[in-house]
């Protein structure tokens, strides 16, 4: 059985699936919205529009929120400038001074979602935020809680969006055919 969803995310069109173990966040974590504000990422619906970054232009740009994605895992507790992000071992982050992907376990991070290159999250890293600057790690990552309720989402273009402020990858198309999905009527199907 799927676990329903937060009745503000009842669109008529597909809403959840089911992330089989995928990277995620904890469902507080705020994301930046094409305005500049920020709200919880729990509380992130289809068709919203997220600030995310355009690789290519070395820019800001908007996407449109088209999956949301749910999941259990154990949350680490990443210290980033002044504050810090609760997110899963294996989920992405862009990283300014390496210029690529980085996680907590790059290995498991490639395997899950056919990323190549992703490389160790360092103490003294620095990610990017929402205008590609640097931002320093301030701590050691260190574990918060395990079996977590999770969630991520994915952005119809580019793969990123920002987490309390930094770059994240949305790891789009990573998800198994076979992951059972909760439509709005109560079935559920296959991706």
């Known amino acids: 059985a799927l676990p329903a969803p937060p009745a503000t995310m009842r669109p008529t069109v597909l809403l959840i699936a089911l992330a089989a173990g995928r990277g995620c966040f904890h469902p507080d974590?705020?994301?930046?919205?094409?305005?500049?504000?920020?709200?919880?990422?729990?509380?992130?619906?289809?068709?919203?529009?997220?600030?995310s970054w355009d690789a290519e232009q070395?820019?800001?740009?908007?996407?449109?929120?088209d999956g949301v994605w749910w999941s259990r895992g154990d949350l680490y507790?990443?210290?980033?400038?002044?504050?810090?992000?609760?997110?899963?071992?294996?989920?992405?982050?862009?990283?300014?001074?390496k210029q690529?992907?980085?996680?907590?376990?790059?290995?498991?991070?490639?395997?899950?979602?056919?990323l190549a290159g992703v490389r160790l999250m360092d103490a003294d890293e620095a990610l990017a935020d929402e205008a590609g600057a640097p931002v320093r790690l301030t701590g050691a990552a260190t574990l918060e809680e395990r079996d977590a309720r999770?969630?991520?989402?994915?952005?119809?273009?580019?793969?990123?969006?920002?987490?309390?402020?930094?770059?994240?990858?949305?790891?789009?198309?990573?998800f198994d055919p076979s992951t059972p999905v909760a439509l709005a009527d109560g079935s559920s199907t296959s991706l």
């Open 150 to 174: 999770v969630l991520t989402l994915t952005v119809r273009n580019h793969h990123w969006f920002f987490a309390n402020g930094v770059r994240v990858h949305n790891k789009g198309g990573c």
């Open 100 to 114: 690529s992907l980085v996680s907590l376990a790059p290995n498991v991070t490639e395997e899950k979602y056919g």
């Open 29 to 51: 974590t705020t994301v930046t919205l094409e305005d500049g504000s920020r709200k919880p990422l729990g509380s992130v619906a289809l068709g919203d529009r997220v600030k």
């Open 58 to 65: 070395a820019a800001a740009s908007t996407q449109v929120v």
């Open 77 to 97: 507790r990443i210290f980033i400038g002044n504050q810090s992000v609760l997110a899963t071992a294996d989920h992405p982050f862009w990283s300014h001074s």
